[in-house]
Antibody, heavy 120, light 108 residues
Framework: EVQLVETGGGLIQPGGSLRLSCAAS????????MSWVRQAPGKGLEWVSI???????SYADSVKGRFTISRDSSKNTLYLQMNSLRAEDTAVYYC??????????????WGKGTTVTVSS | EIVLTQSPATLSLSPGERATLSCRAS??????LAWYQQKPGQAPRLLIY???TRATGIPARFSGSGSGTDFTLTISSLEPEDFAIYYC??????????FGQGTKVEIK
């Protein structure tokens, strides 16, 4: 069964750092397109970052320069290193696997999410 | 950057009724559009991709249509479990992705 499990969320002070993990089973993270998506309390979905072919990466403008996406093939795990955290980073963070259709990539497998709260 | 605008923000309907949700892109996205369903406390679930193809296990009452800038998600006859929030999603500038702001389908 294809599954994603996020861990690493918690309460952190503004300016602090946190690393989220997303453990995968049933497929290989290192050969997949993988995204992080977040959802602030009561708000919609916001795409955060993607890692794809050749470990290329991309970020939303709101996190660029502060967040780093990476993956470890030996652990079959995706990561999101979050630095210089702000109150507006408070959200549930989901990891998602992307699968290519005939034309494009879509997020077809999602984890249950991990909650990050940035507050003093 | 491509912006996705969903309407209406909230749709109040009764079970058995037909739901029609709209997603409009600020510029053409061809058929590179997906729809996701999210229930309270749950992760999103992929419903439709490539504008009109149902994902695995999605009931036939869900259908998607459109191309270019105007897209529609239709639920032919609402079941109790269909009351949720629906998001459209597209890439903006490759490889970034963009979501619409969501449409909530609530029980009337």
């Amino acid at each position: 069964e294809v599954q994603l499990v996020e861990t690493g969320g918690g309460l952190i002070q503004p300016g602090g750092s946190l690393r989220l993990s997303c453990a995968a089973s049933g497929f290989t993270v290192s050969s997949s397109y993988m995204s992080w998506v977040r959802q602030a309390p009561g708000k919609g979905l916001e795409w955060v970052s993607i890692i794809y072919a050749g470990d290329s990466t991309s970020y939303a403008d709101s996190v660029k320069g502060r967040f780093t996406i990476s993956r470890d093939s030996s652990k079959n795990t995706l990561y999101l290193q979050m630095n210089s955290l702000r109150a507006e980073d408070t959200a549930v963070y989901y990891c998602a696997k992307e699968t290519k259709s005939q034309y494009y990539y879509y997020m077809d497998v999602w984890g249950k999410g991990t909650t990050v709260t940035v507050s003093s | 950057e491509i912006v996705l605008t969903q309407s209406p923000a909230t749709l109040s309907l009764s079970p058995g009724e037909r739901a029609t949700l709209s997603c409009r892109a600020s510029q053409s996205v061809s058929t590179y559009l997906a729809w996701y369903q999210q229930k309270p406390g749950q992760a999103p679930r992929l419903l439709i991709y490539d504008a009109s193809t149902r994902a695995t296990g999605i009931p036939a009452r869900f259908s998607g249509s459109g191309s270019g800038t105007d897209f529609t998600l239709t639920i032919s006859s609402l079941e109790p479990e269909d009351f949720a929030i629906y998001y459209c999603q597209q890439r903006s500038n490759w490889p970034s992705r963009t979501f619409g702001q969501g449409t909530k389908v609530e029980i009337k």
